[in-house]
C-alpha cells in the first residue's frame, strides 16, 4: 500500500509540477511579482499532495523586506515554509548541482552560497541584501546544514553577514528590513505523536541519500507540521551580526523545544545556556536545552 501511495503521489506531483516550470520561467522575465507569489500556490498545492498538514502560529510581516531565520530538518522544509508565505531561499552552492532539483530552486529564486570561498560568500552576501532591497521574504537556514529534528544545532554567525553587513560593504539591507525566526518541529506520522526515535525517520542530514528518503517518506503516510513565527524585529536593532544570530538562535531553540515538549505557546520554557568553547565562556543569550541537544 505505501508503494502505491507513494507512486501515485510522485506522478500526480510531477504532472503537476512540469507544466508550471515554464510558467514561472515566464513570470521571471516578465513580471517579478508573479514570480514571487506563485510558488506560494504551487507549493501549498504539493502539501496536499504529500498529505502535509500546517499548522501556524504567528504570520510572517507583509509589506516590509524580511530576513526569514529558521532551523533546518529535511528538504521537506523547502515546500513547508514555502506553503506558508511567499519566500525565497538562501542555500549551498551543492544545490545548484542536483539534476531538476536545481531548476526547481533557481525558478525560485534561490541565492546560492558557496562557503569554501570567501570572495564568493561576499558576493552571495550582496546578492541576499539585494533581495532584502527588493522586499523580498529570505530564509535563512542558520545551521547551516540540517539536524534529525531533535534538536536545534548551533547558529553560524559567518551566514548572517548579508542582515549585518560591516560598515563599508558596497550593498546596504534597506533601513526597514527585520528579522523574524520560523520554528519549524514534525509532529505527528498519520496522527500519531512521533518521538524521539520516530523523528529523524522525517529528518534528511548527515549522509543520507536523498532519493531513497524521498521514498520512504512517500511511502510513510501523512505529517503534521507545526510553526511558529516569531515578532517582526527591525534588522537596525542589533548592533552587529553575533548579536542577531544570538537572538535568532535564542528564540528558534525555545520554540522548538516548546514544541517538542507539546506544551503551550505562552509557557515558559527553560532552557540552558551553552558554553562559547572559542573563549570558555557562556555566552549571554544563545539559549540551548540540554533536554534536546
Known sequence: MGRLRATLILAAFLALTIPLMPVQALFARVRPSAARRFPYWYHRQVCRLLGIRLHVEGAITSGKPVLLVSNHTS???IPVLSAVAPVSFVAKREVGSWPFVSSLARLQRTVFVDRDRKSAAGQSANEIAERLGQGDTVV????????DGNRVLPFLTSLFGAAKPSAGSSVQPPLDAVVQTLSVVYTKLHGVPLGIADRPHVGWYGDMEMKAHAWAL???GPLDVAICIG???????????KALARHCETEVRRNVVRMLRSAAPGED???TVPLDTAVGRRLPAAATSSNWR
Open 75 to 77: 528538504w521537506l522544509d
Open 140 to 147: 535563512l537556514f542558520a545551521e547551516g546544514t540540517s539536524s
Open 218 to 220: 512517500l511511502q510513510a
Open 231 to 241: 515578532p517582526p524585529i527591525p534588522l537596525a536593532d542589533f548592533a552587529d551580526r
Open 269 to 271: 520554557i527553560a532552557v
